[in-house]
């Protein structure tokens, strides 16, 4: 099955300034795509390139079996878009502006249908169409280009940062969408600074950072795997054996070890453990175990593992996940055209 989205090579240069440096991404059919990463790293660049806003140096941009170049209007009636700065004015409703974009975007039915599906949209999200855009909060106003992209269930949705401005409530119900949409076969690249949004609906990730990719894969595979964090309670020992003890233990580092409040007499121990867990299991038989907790850290502590030091020159892979050799990018005015 042809890939929705294919990149390879993808380079933009403006003058000795280069923004994405041979950048190779694959989304599949069916699939949430995540694109993360840090502020200047070319995530908006990268969907600019992909919706012919901003166009290549070099490489090769297929999106639903097209060259965004030539593929025209047809082509950008099968995708959904949300920019990632979303500047709606003028004095006309919700309603008016939606029903222009039902007659400009709609592809499956007619525009009647659409805007059905656009009123269904705005009740979920709790958005007055009948006030003028102009009037709306931010808040508001983005919800409305939420509904734009969604409601004609294009095959394609690129949505930049599309929670920027809702409350937490709302967000929830945007993930319910994503979700929706992955099911009823559509495609999504999402690019968000709200790493909680990847790992709740992402199938597949892409680390940016400085115009490369670091990492991808699936969320888990971008997990720590090797690094936990441990918390255990045990009995027969003081505070300062403990820590001696537990220090001595390969891998481990940041060991804590304190008395317990309570009167039993136990010592709370916390540390972090790189690599093999088997010696520190073993270094614990020689103590009561009272209470052991061993946790993953999560997907943003990973993220940050991750960037190290995002310069071009020292983008490096990480052993953590699968990695490829990617690029970064700038608006036409020659600045960064990314706002993360």
């Known amino acids: 099955m042809t890939d929705t989205i294919e990149v390879s090579a993808l380079h933009k240069r403006y003058g000795h300034n280069v923004a994405l440096h041979e950048l190779d991404l694959r989304v599949r059919p069916g699939t949430v795509f995540g694109l993360i990463g840090p502020n200047g790293a070319g995530k908006t660049t990268t969907l600019r390139t992909l919706l012919d806003i901003i166009r ?136 968000s600074h709200v790493l909680s949004e990847i790992q709740q609906t992402a199938d597949e990730v892409a680390v940016l950072a400085a115009g490369r990719i670091v990492a991808d894969g699936d969320v888990a595979s971008l997990r720590l795997g090797s690094v936990r964090r ?44 790189e690599g093999a867990i088997d010696p520190f299991v073993k270094a614990l038989a020689q103590y009561e175990v009272q209470d052991l907790t061993v946790e993953e850290p999560d997907l943003e502590e990973s993220v940050l593992r991750l960037y190290g030091n995002p310069s071009p020159a020292s983008a490096t892979a990480p052993t953590s996940a699968p990695t490829r050799r990617p690029r970064r990018s700038r608006g036409r005015d020659g600045r960064e055209g990314d706002r993360g």
Do not use: W
């Open 230 to 273: 441990i918390r255990v309670r045990i009995g027969g020992a003081d505070a300062a054996a403990a820590h001696a003890a537990f220090e001595r233990i390969p891998g481990i580092a940041g060991v804590d070890a304190s008395s317990a409040a309570d009167a039993s007499g136990g010592v709370q121990v916390a540390a972090t453990i």
């Open 56 to 191: 290549p140096s070099s490489g090769t941009v297929r999106v639903l079996g097209e060259d965004p170049r030539r593929g025209g209007p047809a082509l950008r009636r099968r995708i959904g878009y949300v920019p990632g700065e979303l500047h709606l004015e003028g004095r006309a409703s919700g309603h008016r502006l939606l029903a222009f974009y039902a007659e400009v975007s709609g592809r499956t039915g007619s525009s009647a249908s659409v805007l059905d599906t656009a009123r269904d949209l705005a009740d979920r999200l709790g958005v007055d169409l009948n006030r003028p855009v102009r009037t709306l909060s931010k808040g508001n106003k983005q919800k409305v280009g939420l509904i734009q992209a969604f409601m004609h269930r294009p095959e394609l949705l690129i949505l930049d940062e599309p929670t920027s401005g809702l409350d937490p409530l709302m967000q929830r119900e945007f993930l319910a969408m994503v979700r929706e949409a992955r099911d009823a076969g559509q495609t999504v690249l999402l690019s």
